[in-house]
């Protein structure tokens, strides 16, 4: 079971953004990039193969969690310590990484489809023709 998150057409999880508040930062972190989660899955064998191609891209990654094994004796019972998250050091390699783990096989999430036209039509002249007959009614 591979787990996902993100956009269309990519499986970004999520991006770090800094925060909006003023005044000087007394954080280590201060000026250094954060890394990028840029996937989440149970399927450690995945997830090394992912990390082994995005290091032969020339991508820093790394990976973090222990996934799911069935051979352990409490195997994939839905808690966050399931998961692998993959991430990358520069937000800059975002492009290529995304476009290796789809080529590896990374479940893309596709967007939501709105009704057409048409049956949107459709429903706001029932809608519209319900609200009539009700108020005819009283």
Not at 51 to 77: C, F, H, N, Q, T
Not at 105 to 115: H, R
């Amino acid at each position: 079971m591979v787990v996902r998150r993100g956009r269309w057409k990519t499986v970004c999880a999520r991006v770090a953004r800094q925060a909006l508040l003023r005044g000087r930062s007394t954080s280590p972190l201060e000026g250094k990039p954060l890394p990028q989660l840029i996937y989440e899955t149970t399927d450690t064998d995945f997830a090394d193969r992912a990390i082994e191609a995005l290091r032969d891209a020339g991508i820093p990654s790394y990976r973090v969690g222990r996934g799911y094994s069935s051979g352990s004796s409490y195997p994939g019972k839905g808690f966050t310590e399931d998961e692998v998250c993959l991430y990358i050091e520069n937000e800059s390699d975002y492009r290529p990484a995304n476009d290796i783990l789809i080529k590896l096989g990374a479940v893309v999430e596709e967007p939501a489809k709105l009704p057409s036209r048409k049956v949107l039509f459709v429903i706001v002249l029932i809608v519209v023709a319900v609200a009539f007959w009700v108020a005819s009614q009283s």
